[in-house]
Structure formats: structure tokens, C-alpha cells
């Protein structure tokens, strides 16, 4: 439904995205992970049609989205970062609105703006100016505009920020109620959004893609991996060039004064490490064993971790 | 069409819902009607002294007496209004981000600029609209020429529609909507003055600068002659604008 294929985007010098390609399956939601600015939000900009791409191609349903703008709009419903409201105007008006601009036929507006506004929960609040409403409420009127014209494509960009506990889960409700029937994509930076609402994920970060592949893939990739963490008193860097050296062993990350060493899954390393750790001194604090999940992967990917 | 009238209806809208336009036609009506009055007011002196020569009551001229000064009167308070009325235009859509609504939106750029021109011409037609009620005491009371009056407020809205494509532009170039008054306003003064360049210029230029004053193709309207040479340069400098605005908004978005 989604391809986005070596995507670029430099503002200036400054890079922003650099060589980003996914693939997003018809009916699934995705998300966009990564750390603020990590070039999320320049992405959904592309894909939406609001930003042009410095190199690379994009397509939502077959349309290529620089080629046949017009074409992806009509499908694309969006929410951007900062919700765009005009908060003047009630919640019905806005919402006319934007039926009109999103081409809805005038016959059929009413249709719509009755069944966006019952999707995002928002009859008692109809008749009032956006102005008055909460944060929360603004967060749905956001989310019944991406609906209105009950898009095949829905790209929401941060749609649970700023919200409260019981709202976040609402509205992640919410979403995952659209699945099916809406191909969507979602950008976060809390990684809990992802495991709870989307089906797959990439993970960018500096503009780069650092990991992509549905949540299950991605999960049974690291458990394939062993490896241990170790706790050393001193001689870190010794350790970290003498490990890497050790045959079998695959990488050797450090983060948060901890050293995190791997190998292929077909082998034991465990006691290797432990007699080269031990005989060269560095003081052993604690060795232990953890299976890398998906959300020590993001860990590493922000602290800065992962080597590619 | 449909697209330019859906964004005109909106910010219709947004201009009488919000105090904008009713504070800009009060401030208009009532600086309108002190100039209308204080003209009415002289001509009616006037008419008293004339009244005993035959001769000078002939001459008495209630358009180029009344109208003509009111038209050049109303033409500054355009000037120095409308400005305040187009600076939201575009910079209240950059500085919400509400624009990323509009740019991912089935429109073309073109649309969206024509279809806040739109609304804003609707505006402008309301101010001169309702100040033309005024004439109900001139027509009441003396007889002036209709062609003449019609015509004058012509000049006017077409002058008003220059002036609204100027502040579009300017609108378009800044999120601060201040700055955008200020530009527009700094814009459309300094193109007024400009035959007073021509004044000590000489050869082409003397023409040149006399053709782009606004002012000078606005003296003869209000005196009852309607010049393509002005209704050209009106509509042109208005699609200059318009077409400036549209090279802006797609350049920016392709940096």
C-alpha cells in the first residue's frame, strides 16, 4: 500500500532523512519509530505530499506521490505533528470544511461528518468553538478530520502526545479500531505504542532506517542472538577490543557502562568470556545473560548503540 | 471553482466571525461618513453664498464637490486599512500550521490563494457597500450623476482589489502578521507616491514612474472617467500580486 524507496531529504546541509525504503501491506498499521528528530515527521510531510523529497521515490496505493500529488491527497487522510485547527470555528464547521476541501460530495457531507465525529467520539462537543475544547478533544477533532473522507491511507504523526493516561489509551483504542479497514502508519517516540497498537515497525533514527520488519520478525530475530552483559570495574576499552577479538564472538556494544556481548545463536561463548574477563583482570563485577527484545534494540538505536 | 469557493467560504467565515471585519467596516463607516459629512457640510455653505449670484449657482457641482473629494478621502482609509485586513491571510495559516492542512489537501496552490482573495474582496464590496448608503441624502436632497458615483466606486474596488492582491503577497512572505501589515502598508504607499519621483525624472522614466503610481490612475476615476489604461493597470498590478504570492508559497515548499 505504502513503498517508500531511498528516500532523501536535505534542508540545506542539513540531512533529515537519508536512504529511507519500508514497505507498509494494505490493512496493517505501522509505526515510525525513533527519537525526536529523528526525521519522522519529515517523512510523513513526503509521503503526505506537503513536503517534496530531495531524492528517492514514494507510491501510496500505486500513485506516485511526487508525480500524482492530487491522487495520494484523495486517499491520504493526515494528522499532522501540530494539529491543524482553526479555533474559531466549531467542530461541525471545521469538519464541513474539510469534507469540502478533502472533495467529499456535498450530497454525501453530512454522511461524513456524522460518521467522523461518531468514529472519534465527539458528539457532545459538535457545536462548540475548537477554542474551548481540551487537549484531548482538539487530538480527536484532529483524528475525525484524517477520517472525513474516509481515506484508504491514514498518517498520523504523534497522535497520543500531549494527552493524558486514560486519553492515550482511548485514542490507541482507537486506531487499532481503524485496522482492517485503513492502512495506517504512526509516528512515535515512546516504543509501548508500538508493541500495544501496530503490527510492524521501522525504526529510524538520524534520518537513517536502523530496523524494519513486523513486530514478530523483528522479536524472533533477537531472540536468535545470545550474548551476555557484563559489569566491569575497570579497563573497559581493553576489554571491548579483547572481546571483539575473541573468536565467535559478533559485536560488542557499550552502553551505560556495561559491555553487551554477542555471538551466532549455534554457539556458547559464555564460559570463553568469563575466563578471558577473569584472567585479564578488569575486576567482574556482575555477568549476566539477557535475550535482546525489541525494545533493548531501541534502547541501543537512541543511546547510540548500534553500529551499522 | 468549487475548491476556491470552499477556502472564500471559510475565511468569510473567519472574518465576520472573528471581530476582524466588523471592527475594520465599523472604523471604515464612520471615518467614511465624518469625510462625507464635512464634504456635504462645505458644499452646503457654499451653496448658501452662491445662492445670491445666478451666475455661481450654476457652477455648483455636487459630484466634483462631494464625491470627488470622498472618493480620494476613502481611497486613504483604504490604503491605510486594508492591510490590517489581508496580513492574516496566509501568516495566521503558517504561524497555527494550519497550512499543512491545506498543502495536503486535493487543492492546487492556485486555489487557495484566489480563494482568500475572494474573501477578501467580499469584504471590501461590504465596506464600499454599505458607505454608498450615504448617497441616499445626496439623491434625496440634490441631484448628482449616478455614472459618475458608480463609477468612482468602481475605481475604488478595483483599487481595494490591487491593494488586497499586494497584501496576499505580503502575507504569503511572513508568519508574523504584523510584519506583513507593515510591509503592505510601507508597499502600497511608497507605489502611491511614486509620481513624485517622475517629477524630477525625465525622458522614459518620467513615464514609466507615472504609469506604476496608483495615485495617478485613481485621479481620473474619481472624476467620472473610466480608462481601460486604468482598469489594465489595476487588474495587472492585482494578478502581479496574485502571481508573486503563487511563486512564494510553491518555491518555499521546495526548499
Not at chain 1, 231 to 236: A, D, E, F
Not at chain 1, 239 to 264: C, F, I, N, Q, T
Request: neutral net charge; hydrophobic residues 45%; contains cysteine.
Amino acid at each position: 500500500m505504502i513503498e517508500v524507496e531511498h528516500l532523501t531529504k536535505k534542508y540545506g546541509d542539513l540531512v533529515a532523512v537519508k536512504d529511507l525504503s519500508f514497505k507498509v501491506g494494505k490493512g496493517k498499521i505501522w509505526g515510525l519509530l525513533g527519537p525526536n528528530a529523528a526525521g519522522k515527521t519529515t517523512t510523513m510531510r513526503i509521503l503526505t505530499g506537503y513536503l517534496p523529497a530531495t531524492e528517492g521515490k514514494a507510491t501510496v496505493a500505486g500513485f506516485d506521490v511526487f508525480e500524482q500529488p492530487n491522487d495520494v491527497k484523495r486517499i491520504i487522510g493526515y494528522l499532522p505533528e501540530v494539529v491543524p485547527l482553526y479555533p474559531e470555528m466549531t467542530v461541525s464547521d471545521y469538519l464541513s470544511f474539510v469534507a469540502a476541501i478533502k472533495q467529499v460530495p456535498a450530497a454525501k457531507r453530512r454522511a461524513a461528518l456524522e460518521r467522523a465525529i461518531e468514529i472519534s467520539g465527539l458528539k457532545d462537543a459538535r457545536k462548540k468553538l475548537i477554542q474551548t475544547i481540551s487537549r484531548g478533544f482538539k487530538q480527536r477533532v484532529g483524528i475525525a478530520q484524517a477520517l472525513i473522507h474516509n481515506p484508504d491511507v491514514l498518517v498520523l504523526d504523534e497522535p497520543t502526545i500531549g494527552l493524558d493516561p486514560a486519553q492515550i489509551i482511548q485514542i490507541r483504542g482507537l486506531i487499532k479500531s481503524l485496522k482492517g479497514e485503513h492502512t495506517i502508519i504512526l509516528s512515535t517516540h515512546i516504543l509501548p505504542e508500538v508493541t500495544q497498537t501496530c503490527d510492524g515497525v521501522a525504526i529510524i533514527n538520524e534520518g537513517r532506517l536502523m530496523a524494519s520488519g513486523s513486530l514478530e520478525d523483528l522479536t524472533a530475530s533477537f531472540r536468535e542472538k545470545s550474548g551476555v552483559i557484563l559489569k566491569l570495574r575497570k579497563g573497559h576499552e581493553e576489554a571491548l577490543a579483547a572481546l571483539r577479538e575473541l573468536p565467535g564472538v559478533e559485536s560488542v556494544a557499550r552502553h551505560d557502562g556495561e559491555l553487551a556481548v554477542e555471538w551466532s545463536p549455534n554457539k556458547d561463548l559464555r564460559e570463553a568470556v568469563a575466563k578471558l574477563v577473569v584472567e585479564t583482570g578488569w575486576g567482574l563485577l556482575e555477568m549476566r545473560t539477557e535475550s535482546m527484545n525489541i525494545e533493548e534494540l531501541y534502547r541501543r538505536i537512541v543511546s547510540g548503540g548500534v553500529e551499522q | 471553482m468549487r475548491n476556491i469557493w470552499s477556502i472564500a467560504k471559510k475565511e468569510i467565515r473567519t472574518y465576520f466571525s472573528t471581530p476582524i471585519a466588523y471592527v475594520v467596516i465599523a472604523v471604515f463607516l464612520i471615518l467614511t461618513g465624518f469625510f462625507f459629512y464635512s464634504a456635504l457640510w462645505w458644499f452646503n455653505s457654499q451653496a448658501i453664498q452662491m445662492a445670491q449670484n445666478p451666475y455661481y449657482a450654476q457652477q455648483m457641482n455636487i459630484n466634483q464637490m462631494v464625491y470627488t473629494p470622498l472618493f480620494n478621502n476613502i481611497s486613504i482609509i483604504l490604503l491605510l486599512m486594508l492591510p490590517l485586513l489581508t496580513m492574516r491571510l496566509f501568516s495566521e495559516e503558517m504561524k497555527s500550521g494550519t497550512d499543512e492542512l491545506l498543502y495536503t489537501s486535493p487543492l492546487s496552490v492556485g486555489q487557495i490563494i484566489l480563494g482568500k482573495y475572494l474573501a477578501a474582496l467580499v469584504v471590501l464590496a461590504t465596506m464600499l457597500g454599505l458607505s454608498g448608503s450615504l448617497s441616499i441624502f445626496t439623491f434625496a436632497f440634490g441631484n448628482p450623476e449616478l455614472p459618475q458615483i458608480l463609477n468612482g466606486y468602481l475605481g475604488l474596488f478595483l483599487m481595494g482589489a490591487a491593494f488586497i492582491a499586494a497584501g496576499v503577497f505580503f502575507s504569503s512572505l511572513t508568519k508574523n502578521q504584523v510584519v506583513s501589515a507593515i510591509l503592505t502598508f510601507g508597499a502600497l504607499l511608497l507605489f502611491w507616491i511614486l509620481n513624485w519621483a517622475s517629477y524630477s525624472a525625465s525622458g522614459m522614466w518620467k513615464g514609466v514612474l507615472n504609469y506604476l503610481s496608483i495615485f495617478q490612475h485613481f485621479d481620473d476615476m474619481t472624476r467620472g472617467i473610466l480608462d481601460t489604461k486604468d482598469l489594465v493597470y489595476y487588474l495587472s498590478f492585482a494578478f502581479f500580486g496574485l502571481f508573486l504570492t503563487h511563486s512564494v508559497i510553491l518555491s518555499r515548499r521546495w526548499r
